[in-house]
């Protein structure tokens, strides 16, 4: 196994482990899985409270219809996560990192939707979320955080760190645009040179010549 492929591998397996055991003794542990049940961590700035999303991330769209939707849109988009990471292995650490990310948090919250069980159903499609902030109202967990983070890197990696992001493509285009108005000149001598045919020199006529001469001394001789 190629040792990008290996690491890519590691980095996933460590998100979609700290999810599951954070929410393992967080969630199901601290919180015993009762939603509503809530934990102090820093005052009431940070808590743990447990709640089962319905939705997407941070709990947007709930809904029984948006749980079946996500879990389907989840698992048919990480062939497509894993594509974005392997094609980033000749660009940017950030890209890879970031999306590297991208899939163990999409992986994390899809195992909660395929085999969390509420409500004695075979199938949920809930996520099991317990972080919470008194300045941010949505309640999330590690994966959540781990897909958020992996985004941020990914753009950041587009824009600004990718070797053809689009700052640096932006900055070449400016510079060669500078270049031109700075010396015109060398466009157009460039041209010139290119269109213009080389002119005839003086050696070339001198074997011409030479046979004239030859001709004039052979007729003074037959005189």
């Known amino acids: ?50 709640t089962y999303n319905e939705g997407a991330i941070f709990g947007l769209m709930k809904g029984r219809a948006a749980d079946i939707a996500f879990f389907v849109i989840t698992v048919a988009a990480t062939p497509l996560y894993v594509y974005f990471l392997i094609r980033s292995r000749t660009r940017s650490v950030w890209g890879q ?35 919470s ?13 781990f897909l958020t983070i992996g985004v941020v890197m990914a753009v950041l990696a587009i824009v600004v760190f990718d070797p053809d992001s689009l700052v640096k493509v932006i900055a070449e285009e400016e510079a060669a645009k500078q270049t031109a ?17 080389e002119t005839p020199t003086a050696s070339a006529d001198k074997p011409t010549d030479d046979v004239d001469d030859n001709t004039s001394d052979q007729t003074e001789q037959n005189k």
């Not at 482990?17 to 809530?38: A, H, R």
């Not at 108005?181 to 045919?197: F, G, M, Y």
Request: net charge negative; aromatic share 14%; hydrophobic share 50%.
């Open 1 to 50: 196994m190629p040792i990008y492929i290996a690491v890519y591998v590691a980095v996933i397996v460590v998100c979609i482990v700290l999810d599951q055991l954070t929410k393992i003794w967080i969630f199901d542990g601290l919180l015993q899985s009762t939603e509503g049940n809530s934990v102090q961590v820093l005052g009431n700035f940070m808590r743990f409270t447990a």
């Open 97 to 131: 990192i970031g999306f590297a990310f991208i899939v163990g948090g999409a992986l994390g919250n899809a195992i909660d939707r395929g085999f969390v069980h509420t409500q004695d159903t075979f199938f949920s499609g809930q996520v099991r979320d317990f972080i």
């Open 181 to 197: 108005q700075a010396d015109p000149t060398q466009t157009t001598d460039a041209t010139t040179e290119t269109a213009s045919p």
């Open 133 to 145: 902030f008194s300045i941010f109202p949505p309640i999330f967990n590690v994966a959540d955080s």
